[in-house]
């Protein structure tokens, strides 16, 4: 594992405690995990996603990630009506640990409360909420 | 690692407990632990009578027996979320669910798993067996057979299933799948290694000792009661 100093936070995206982020695209908002999330779980071997057209409420399970015997949940940081699911990660799933904020993107949604986007944290409170665990 | 001694995890003894109703506890310890998560972290110690169980994608395809039936009674066959593909469990299989906030614990879930896998290694190793892991699959392995697996599933930081390590199990079910959805390997248990039965009661607090070495935590000794009492009550069925 990663020390939090040699993982990567763009500030473009904000993150939810369970260490998903979103990326606010105007119309839409894509959702991924993060670079810390990905460093936990270790290698990936298969994405399990919802369908487009799927509606989630904001904390609602949205799909699975299964590395080393291990299937571990997410959950919408925000609620939403899906639009479009990477579908690349069916046949690489391991875009999620090579580059979790591009290539290794899972869901765009259309957001239903732009006020979930704001309640989230920048990347500086997230570090810092890492940096508190430890 | 961080774990901490002051917060001992509560150690459970189940005894032979059916798979669903074992799941159906686990979950509503892990919904416990989400929504309260002062709660200690808990180990359940039990056996399942015989029953297969799916991964979370699936694993039907690698039953490969058309007869599942073992002494007169059918295997039956449960779908759940954990990670892993098919496996089987029965009487004499040591099975412990650590039911166990990793974020709290300090505990990423590869270095969980690879704690599990080096407490049932220690564990054979205890009795003179040379078990290994193996970079194919995650578990114990004796050569190319697998002695003791791991499946766990990862909820809000909460960790649950977990690990079953072949004492005394029957073996002959295990011919009838492709264990973990692999082909050509073979699955072996401590008792067909060493050629006589083991005192499961030993195997088990061996590994429970192992497990507190893994995670750097203590085993509180504690009951069914005890653990219910620390739960909120179960929804009244309508």
């Known amino acids: ?134 | 690692m961080r774990a901490d001694a002051s917060r001992p995890w509560l150690a459970v003894r189940l005894g032979c407990t059916d798979y669903e109703e074992a799941l159906a506890l686990q979950r509503r310890i892990v919904a416990a632990k989400n929504a309260e998560p002062s709660m200690p972290d808990v180990l359940l110690r039990l056996e399942h009578p015989p029953v297969f169980t799916l991964g979370r994608r699936g694993g039907a395809e690698n039953i490969v027996a058309a007869d599942r039936t073992l002494d007169g009674l059918e295997v039956p066959v449960v779908q759940v979320e954990r990670g892993g593909n098919i496996t089987y469990h029965g009487p004499g299989q040591l099975v412990v669910y650590p039911i166990v906030d990793l974020r709290r614990a300090g505990l990423s879930v590869v270095s969980f798993v690879e704690g599990m896998e080096w407490a049932m290694i220690e564990t054979a190793a205890r009795w003179g067996i040379s078990a290994e892991t193996n970079s194919r699959n995650r578990g114990a392995w004796v050569g190319d057979d697998k002695l003791g697996s791991i499946g766990i599933t990862v909820r809000r930081g909460v960790s649950f299933h977990g690990l079953a390590l072949n004492v005394n199990t029957d073996l002959r079910p295990f011919s009838w799948i492709h264990p973990c959805g692999l082909q050509g390997v073979g699955v072996t248990s401590m008792a067909a290694i060493l050629g006589r039965f083991l005192d499961m009661e030993a195997v088990g607090a061996a590994l429970e000792r192992n497990l507190e070495a893994a995670f750097r935590t203590i085993l509180e000794k504690s009951s069914f009661a005890a653990l219910i009492r620390h739960l909120p009550p179960e929804e009244p069925v309508r």
């Open chain 1, 1 to 134: 594992m990663k020390e939090i100093s040699e993982l990567n936070f763009p500030d473009d995206v904000r993150y939810a405690d369970d260490h998903e982020w979103v990326r606010n695209e105007g119309e839409t908002a894509t959702i991924g995990i993060s670079d810390y999330a990905q460093d936990q779980l270790g290698d990936i071997v298969f994405v399990e996603l919802p369908q487009p057209g799927d509606r989630f409420e904001k904390g609602a399970e949205f799909g699975t990630v299964e590395s080393v015997k291990a299937v571990s949940e997410l959950f919408m940081p925000i609620g939403g009506e899906v639009v479009a699911v990477n579908e690349a990660l069916e046949d690489a799933p391991e875009k999620v640990n090579e580059a979790p904020y591009a290539e290794g993107w899972m869901i765009r949604v259309q957001p239903g409360d732009s006020a979930e986007m704001d309640a989230l944290m920048d990347m500086d409170a997230y570090i810092q909420r890492l940096k508190d665990q430890e």
